[in-house]
């Protein structure tokens, strides 16, 4: 058996392999509209920066996954968390619009941490039980309609407004990135999240308090999708049913293809943004060559295995 | 010694651990119609020895044979198919099956290719019946019967391999009285039947009752094997002990009065625990002895805030102490710390730097509300790598890349560097080289001297000799002997350990 840790710097491998990726998606794209309409409109910086925004609201939410995927967790509840927060916030209205939402995602992270850390249930059947809950109280209280509440000018600034010629949503996940990087590497409980994830007997035995800190994280999840649940209601102008249905595997793809260990413990912040960034332009790559829906699909799920054969296996050995 | 030619030899056989030796150059055989007791310490490779006989583990070098043929197994399947079955120490069983399946779980009998439940049921009853116990039902889960019912189980299974050569590691540990005797009937009848049983208890008396033969290992080397009768108790022990003495311990100080730090009083957990008094001062180094499992893992635990139900009293500095969880006993007035058994899994972080291990235990010390001061946090791990002059190249390297006994330094430095009062050490120098002992012997001994309160635990005597101001043995739960000062010896130890009383060289040991 080989070294089971080559090098100190096996942790940016994935973030390289991923850069390099999203320059091959880029040159792929390029060529074919060069060779289709003669114009290369990906590398236009409106286009980079409209692709961004779009990839704000899944950037926000992948950063909160990472977390509990650092600890060897998974949130499967971020999908309804956005939409229960979205329809909280557009609810609510007014001034208390984004308080309410946010709350809506502590909420949501209190009862997913109580579960997995104090109740011991695995992440795995507790966060995906708590969607339902959540997509039940959700049905409930809309009638199962739309609501007809539209998302408060606030969050309509926050979501498609520009600043400076660059959306305003690409600031908010960039605070978010800032936030949850300056956490992870310069805070206590952050490197007890690595700690934790990489064994947390030895972490409990060195006393760190283990079950606090995958409450904490579980919230930071769940904000985290409240956040971006709020913001992409402002950008819709207003929420509506299963709206954050199509963000839950991009998200757990994109903290995977950066990098981060699904068992937990190691990973950075910056794989998590790569993965984004990669997800959000092979998406709209695929479909401006037109690709059938169907085609979509399995070009989408074949990359993400295949970024995750090339880098994925190797750290297993961890005793 | 009915036969002339050994079902089972081994001529120079070797392994190796990561540096360590768990057995060197070892010649071993055993014959056919005998029990043969292995004897040996702690660590001696007793285990290693039966491991290797039984596929587990594949020796570096040597030669087995089975039967005068040369083999290399390489699992324990194979050894099973040339008759070596072997009943270990850890149960082998599936909780969530029955008791017939598990009897039959490696080649259960079909029909038309699926498995017959009828038939395993009445294999298993006939297997049962043969160490008369049709009191355990074949349909009952393996999880609803007691530890001893289960163990009884485990020899059923290993029966049904129609073994040539039975291995009993330990097998007898867990049983009542009854079992015993059935399974030492067992035995009987199977040396009629030209069966090789090889036995190891840590109990004296079932060796002495039950071998016709006995071998003694120590260090991972074969020391002797004798016809049962040829030697007392006392040269028994002295062959397990041997002479050499291969570390060099700091002086220990001349017995002084020690304020009173450490206060425990009846504790008792479960039935691992049962009633420990001890004081231990300030400044002052005490050995818990015995054997391994014998409660000395659980009391450093329970100590920590790792167990609950614990009932007793314990004391720190006169201030009760009742930590819920190792977060509160690192502390406030309490001030533990405790450098646990299993380095790999609950020391350390193997894959995260060196740096993120030694800070693991003490983030509140080198930060500003929420945020690590790096400068704090800087020289704090230069600090320990210094205090335990770990040698690595950079703190930033994963401590995989470490030495074991560097590793087990950056397990130590992390929790000096919050400062304790009590140290709790279970088994800190197991599998790390001679050097690194002393230096973890010295450093312990000037924490003494700086009036720390040290409770080591060891499975090593010597060492427990040479560190120790007194030592506690434990057995069954219960502290059976304290020894201080020149009464510590490996003689008064090892009796202590196998409770046995009447070896010559123990004057005035308590029977327990």
Same mark, same amino acid.
Do not use: F, K
């Given at each position: 058996m080989k070294l089971a840790f080559p090098s100190l710097k096996s942790e940016d491998k994935p973030i390289l392999i991923a850069s390099a990726f999203i320059l091959v998606i880029l040159s792929v794209g390029t060529a074919y509209t060069v060779s289709t309409? &003669?114009?290369?409109?990906?590398?236009s910086p409106n286009y980079l920066l409209q692709q961004l925004q779009t990839g704000s609201f899944l950037g926000i939410v992948a950063a909160g996954m990472m977390v509990v995927i650092l600890l060897g967790h998974i949130d499967l509840s971020v999908a309804w968390t956005m939409t229960a927060a979205a329809m909280m916030a557009t609810t609510v209205g007014g001034d208390l619009a984004i308080p309410v939402g946010i709350a809506i995602g502590v909420g949501v992270g209190l009862v997913n941490g109580f579960g997995v850390?104090?109740?011991?249930?695995p992440s795995m059947i507790f966060t995906l039980g708590v969607d339902s809950v959540l997509r039940g109280l959700m049905v409930a209280h809309t009638g199962g309609f739309a609501p007809q509440d539209a998302a408060t000018p606030l969050m309509r600034t926050l979501a498609s407004s520009r600043l400076m010629g660059i959306p305003s949503a690409i600031f908010v996940w960039l605070a978010v990135s800032i936030v949850i990087a300056v956490m992870l590497k310069r805070t206590a409980f952050g490197r007890q999240i690595y700690v934790t994830g990489n064994r947390e007997m030895a972490a409990y035995l060195s006393g760190v308090r283990t079950r606090r800190v995958i409450l904490g994280s579980f919230v930071v999840s769940g904000v985290c999708a409240a956040m971006a649940g709020v913001m992409l209601a402002g950008y819709s102008a207003r929420a509506f049913q299963?709206?954050?249905?199509?963000f839950l595997l991009p998200a757990i793809a994109a903290v995977v293809i950066g990098g981060t260990r699904i068992l937990g413990g190691q990973g950075r912040y910056a794989g998590t943004l790569v993965g984004v960034i990669l997800i959000v332009l092979l998406n709209s790559v695929l479909s401006i060559m037109q690709m059938p829906e169907a085609g979509r699909q399995v070009i989408y799920g074949a990359v993400i295995i295949l970024m995750l054969l090339v880098y994925g296996r190797g750290g297993k050995v961890h005793s | 010694m009915t036969a002339d030619h050994p079902i089972v030899q081994l001529s120079g056989v070797s392994k190796h651990f990561s540096g360590t030796?768990?057995?060197?150059?070892v010649d071993f055989a055993c014959f056919g119609g005998a029990i043969h007791g292995i004897l040996g310490e702690n660590g001696a490779g007793k285990s290693t020895l039966i491991k290797i006989i039984s596929g587990v583990l594949q020796p570096d070098s040597g030669e087995m044979r089975v039967n005068d043929a040369p083999v290399s197994f390489s699992n324990p399947t194979q050894a099973v198919a040339s008759g070596i079955v072997c009943i270990f120490q850890e149960l082998s069983l599936v909780?969530?099956?029955?008791v017939a399946d598990n009897i039959s779980l490696s080649s259960p009998p079909r029909r038309f290719g699926l498995i017959d439940p009828r038939a395993q049921r009445r294999r298993a009853e006939k297997l049962l019946a043969r160490i008369k116990c049709?009191? @355990?039902?074949?349909?009952?889960?393996?999880?609803?019967?007691s530890l001893s019912r289960r163990q009884m189980v485990e020899i059923a299974k290993a029966l049904g391999k129609d073994p040539k050569v039975l291995i009993l590691d330990e097998?007898?540990?867990?049983?009542t009285s009854r079992d015993v005797e059935t399974v030492y009937e067992l035995l009987a009848d199977l040396k009629a039947q030209n069966v090789a049983s090889l036995f190891i208890s840590h109990r004296m008396h079932e060796i002495e009752q039950l071998c016709d033969t006995l071998s003694v290992f120590r260090n991972g080397q074969h020391i002797q094997t004798f016809p049962k009768g040829t030697h007392s108790d006392g040269e028994i022990v002295r062959l397990m002990i041997?002479?050499?003495?291969?570390a060099q311990y700091p002086p220990r100080p001349a017995p002084a009065p020690r304020p009173e730090h450490l206060r425990i009083e009846d504790l008792a957990w479960?039935?691992?625990?049962?009633g420990i008094n001890l004081s231990i001062g300030k400044g002052e180094i005490v050995g818990l002895g015995g054997?391994? &499992?014998?409660?000395q893992k659980e009391l450093l635990l329970g100590l920590f805030g790792v167990l609950r139900g614990m009932s007793g009293r314990v004391s720190i500095a006169g201030k009760p102490c009742r930590p819920k969880s190792p977060a509160e006993a690192k502390? &406030?007035?309490?001030r533990i710390a405790l450098v646990p058994e299993d380095r790999k899994t609950?020391?350390?972080?193997?894959?995260?730097?060196i740096a993120d291990n030694l800070m693991a235990a003490s983030y509140d010390r080198v930060s500003d509300g929420p945020f690590i001061n790096a400068a704090k946090a800087k020289r704090a791990v230069e600090d320990g790598i210094a205090k335990l002059r770990i040698k690595l190249g950079?703190?930033?390297?994963?401590?995989?890349?470490?030495s074991g006994g560097n590793q087990q330094k950056v397990v130590i430095a992390k929790w000096l560097m919050t400062d304790p009062d009590v140290i709790l050490l279970n088994?800190?120098?197991?599998? @790390?080289?001679v050097g690194t002992k002393q230096e973890i012997y010295r450093l312990m001994r000037d924490l003494a001297d700086q009036g720390k309160t040290i409770l080591l635990y060891s499975s090593d005597y010597a060492e427990l000799i040479g560190c120790c101001d007194r030592v506690m043995v434990m057995y069954d739960g219960e502290i059976v002997a304290s020894l201080s000062g020149d009464a510590i010896t490996e003689e008064a130890i090892v009796a202590a350990s196998l409770n046995v009383?009447?070896?010559?060289?123990?004057?005035g040991l308590p029977h327990a």
């Open positions: 309409q &003669g114009s290369a409109p990906l590398l850390a104090y109740l011991r249930v299963g709206m954050g249905n199509a | 030796r768990a057995l060197e150059g909780p969530d099956l029955s049709e009191d @355990i039902d074949p349909n009952a889960l393996v999880r609803e019967l097998a007898t540990s867990a049983l041997g002479r050499e003495v291969d479960e039935n691992q625990l049962n054997l391994d &499992g014998q409660g502390q &406030g007035a309490l609950e020391g350390l972080m193997l894959a995260m730097s950079s703190p930033e390297d994963p401590v995989a890349t470490l088994d800190p120098t197991r599998g @790390i080289d009383s009447d070896t010559q060289t123990m004057p």
